[in-house]
């Protein structure tokens, strides 16, 4: 029996690779992301009408490690969160992180750290009605789960059930590791590929990075949409070349990303108007905030 299984599963894998080429690592669907944001929202009330990113923290690093084969020259990567402003309210999509988190990442190097921006982003935490993340690295998570008020901030907290899982058994870090009673009381999201968490706001599955990284679509009053990617590439030329990182303590599937970087390059190709972010990418920052399609700076 277990024979003929082997030879049925070696047949179907033989004929679905023989008739279109082997499936993708991952794919989405851009129509059922906007199907998904169509749909009733959890929480009721008109789309969000505009983005702001805070920068309360920078690594120095050369591009080489965030695009494969390019240039061993400086390359800021910014270290941001994003607030979606709503008529009535706001939501957070990341939380930043506190400076002890941030001396982890310079792996001993003194790295630029804000703490007046910083301070900016645990308020808008506390006044958000919701807080998601791209996924669970400490630059993304430590702003919630590390902060004094992180029971106060539990219930509107979403994390993903994989996110979860790596907190809880494998975190990036010690400092960011979640008991299963810390886990608890938070909002767990056992997902589906696509998931409506609040009006115009989409979560699409993407482990890849990590496994619990998400893209996260917002589609505005105004008729704009935006996706945000987080660490898919930290910097957009990733996208462009569909190159993945060249940094050697990075442990992702590498598969899942550069199949995510190309279905990346292809939405740009065929939606140019829908706009498309990197968490770390500095230069892309600045050059949002400049044409007015991001703002600088928190509400
Ligand atoms: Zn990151």
New binding site residues.
């Given amino acids: 029996m277990r024979y003929l299984i082997t030879i049925l599963v070696g047949l179907t894998l033989h004929v679905s690779a023989g008739a279109q080429g082997p499936a993708p690592a991952w794919t989405a669907s851009l129509a059922q992301i906007r199907a998904t944001a169509a749909a009733p929202a959890p929480t009721r009330g008109s789309r969000p009408l505009r983005l702001n990113v805070a920068k309360f923290a920078e690594s120095r690093r050369t591009k080489n490690f965030s695009v494969q084969g390019a240039p061993v020259e400086p390359s800021v990567q910014a270290?941001t969160a994003f607030q979606v402003v709503y008529a009535d309210r706001t939501a957070m999509i990341d939380a930043g992180m506190d400076e002890q988190v941030h001396r982890f990442f310079g792996r001993g190097v003194d790295e630029p750290y804000d703490a007046a921006v910083a301070r900016t982003v645990e308020d808008a935490l506390g006044r958000a009605s919701a807080i998601m993340f791209t996924?669970e690295?400490g630059?993304?998570v430590a702003g919630v789960l590390r902060s004094p008020r992180a029971a106060e901030l539990a219930p509107k907290v979403m994390l993903t059930r994989e996110q979860v899982s790596v907190l809880t058994t494998a975190p990036q870090m010690p400092e960011i590791r979640l008991t299963p009673e810390l886990a608890a009381r938070y909002r767990v999201l056992d997902h589906e590929m696509y998931t409506a968490a609040a009006p115009g706001i989409v979560l699409i599955k993407a482990g890849g990075h990590t496994p619990g990284s998400q893209l996260i679509y917002v589609a505005l009053e105004s008729g704009r949409e935006d996706l945000l990617i987080?660490?898919v590439t930290?910097h957009m030329d990733g996208v462009r070349e569909v190159k993945g990182k060249d940094a050697p303590w990075v442990t992702e599937d590498r598969a899942a990303v550069l199949a995510q970087l190309a279905w990346l390059k292809e939405l740009s190709r065929a939606e140019p108007q829908l706009l498309i972010v990197a968490?770390?990418d500095e230069e892309q920052r600045l050059d949002l905030i400049r044409r007015g399609l991001l703002g600088g700076t928190f509400e």
């Fill in positions: 270290r996924h690295h630059d993304h987080g660490d930290w968490s770390h």
